[in-house]
């Protein structure tokens, strides 16, 4: 038995009205292939261009260890120079990713390799963020704190990624205050005796190459898994949804700040009840009994 997923659609290229219609509107994801050719950054962009430009810098790096309380919301597991890094996910497979890195605070100098493409949809100048990962790294399958309308721009390798939108969540094995699924799950082949509500879950599937967008819609969930070493840039517009925005403000304003207390509060202990919470709330929605 696999995941019941749909291949995302691909366009060679697309209008913004296209786009709108199509996609922004529905709220469906979809993989523009040709859309960046024309941008210097689809020519220069690889990994020994970063090390060339950025080999000196220190970058915070994470792996896929499960959450404990004694991390913070996001804090790094492990710093290591960029050139280090590179030669590391040339070498061998590395569970080590970096994770929302700034190129405008880290790498000014990329932004004249890139323009913000016009989509329709108001882009956040301020925060174009790189992602790195080595081979069959992966993401734990979340969704973002701002619940935005992501566009994925892949260079470098081939990278699988998996969605669901929102109304997938009774079937997820969502964690409670936090923007996680059970870190547990292999998404790339679960194991349904585990998982059995998994079974009702319908999302998307793509592998993207170098040079191809992806559009994700505003809270789409996303487990992304680095087929090869490459890495990938995110740009962002606020959520247009009122609900989704709404969803936004709390998690920013309150959600974190709660789980942060906890954390702080009841330790390791909050952690375990969230986790069997995923559980025990998941198969009571579904009428599983296990
Ligand atoms: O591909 C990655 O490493 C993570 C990407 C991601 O989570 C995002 O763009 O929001």
Redesign the pocket.
Known sequence: MKLNLQDIPRVNTITKQDFIKHYFKPQKPVVIERFIEDWPACKKWNLDYIKQIAGDIIVPLYDDRPVDYKDGFNEPHAKMKMADYIDLLKREPTKY????WNILKEMPQLQQDFKFPDFGLRLLKGIP?L???GEN???FM???IDL?N?F?F?FEGK?Q?ILFDQTQNDYLYKIPHSLITREDIDFKNPDFKKWPALKKAKGYITELNHGEILY?PEGYW?Y?R?ITPG??M?L?AIARNPKNFSKAVYNVLIMRHFDNAMRRIKGQKWIDWKNEQAISRTHKKNGITV
Do not use: E, N, Q, V
Not at 97 to 100: A, E, M, S, T
């Open positions: 990713r970096i994770f929302l963020m992602f790195f990962g790294s992966h993401t979340h969704y973002d935005a992501i994925h892949h990278k990624c994700m996303h992304m680095y890495f990938s995110s962002r």
